[in-house]
């Protein structure tokens, strides 16, 4: 059974809109959440990350918006590009110097010209 | 600076068969792993190494085995390969930060 549950499998978007991919989980021990990108063909590759002691981090076009009393945490894409078409994955661990790293299931986003 | 190399990149076996993921990193870094990939499953650690000479079952580990033959290498063995065990492996390295590689394609036949 998953530890980080992630939402939708699959995501169409425009260029210009915005992708909303969203994450919870369960295990309060989890205080680590970082988001990685794989393109086809590709391993996946560190995007962005959040720890629990602020509920947003932007970094450029993406912003993770995370909310502590909920368990949930999300992945928004402003101006989505057809270049961001890839696979984002969740993820959550119980510190930064944790091994045991949760990956959530993955979201295809395809980004339309 | 490759960062991580996997080899082979491609591999058919046929079930019963044994074969070894090789891993390599040019990143010093302590930490190493092992995860398969499955549509709709996302990424499941098998078994990770957090130093030269130790090795722990992550969360799939049934049906391999791991050698961290150094700081820099970490192989993961299948002695009998299985129709299930078809997927994509990536090995990591890193902590806080993973560095993937390219990823193996195995299917067992």
């Known amino acids: 059974q998953q530890q980080v549950k992630q939402s939708p499998q699959s995501l169409i978007v425009q260029k210009g809109g915005i992708s909303i991919i969203n994450c919870a989980y369960e295990?309060?021990?989890?205080?680590?959440f970082p988001w990685y990108q794989q393109f086809p063909g590709k391993g996946p590759a560190l995007l962005i990350a959040?720890?629990?002691?602020?509920s947003e981090k932007k970094e450029g076009r993406f912003t993770i918006s995370f909310n502590k009393s909920a368990k949930q945490f999300s992945l928004h894409i402003m101006d989505s590009q057809p270049g961001d078409s890839a696979t984002y994955f969740c993820?959550?661990?119980?510190?930064?110097?944790?091994?045991?790293?949760?990956f959530g299931a993955g979201t295809r986003l395809t980004v339309k010209p | 600076n490759a960062g991580v190399t996997q080899t082979p990149k491609f591999q058919v076996l046929k079930t019963g068969q044994s074969m070894t993921l090789q891993c390599a990193q040019d990143?010093?870094?302590?930490?190493m792993y092992w995860y398969r990939q499955d549509p709709g499953m996302g990424l499941r650690l098998i078994y990770y190494?957090?130093?030269?000479?130790?090795?722990d079952k992550g969360e799939v580990p049934n049906g391999y085995n791991v050698s961290r033959l150094n700081k820099r290498e970490f192989s993961l063995r299948l002695e009998s390969a299985a129709p299930s065990q078809t997927s994509v492996y990536f090995c990591?390295?890193?902590?806080?930060?993973?560095?993937f590689g390219a990823g193996t394609r195995l299917s067992v036949l």
């Open positions: 295990n309060t021990a989890f205080d680590y």
């Open positions: 993820a959550a661990s119980k510190g930064l110097n944790n091994n045991d790293m949760r």
């Open positions: 990143m010093n870094h302590n930490s």
């Open positions: 190494s957090a130093s030269e000479g130790t090795t």
């Open positions: 959040i720890r629990p002691d602020v």
């Open positions: 990591a390295g890193g902590l806080a930060v993973q560095y």
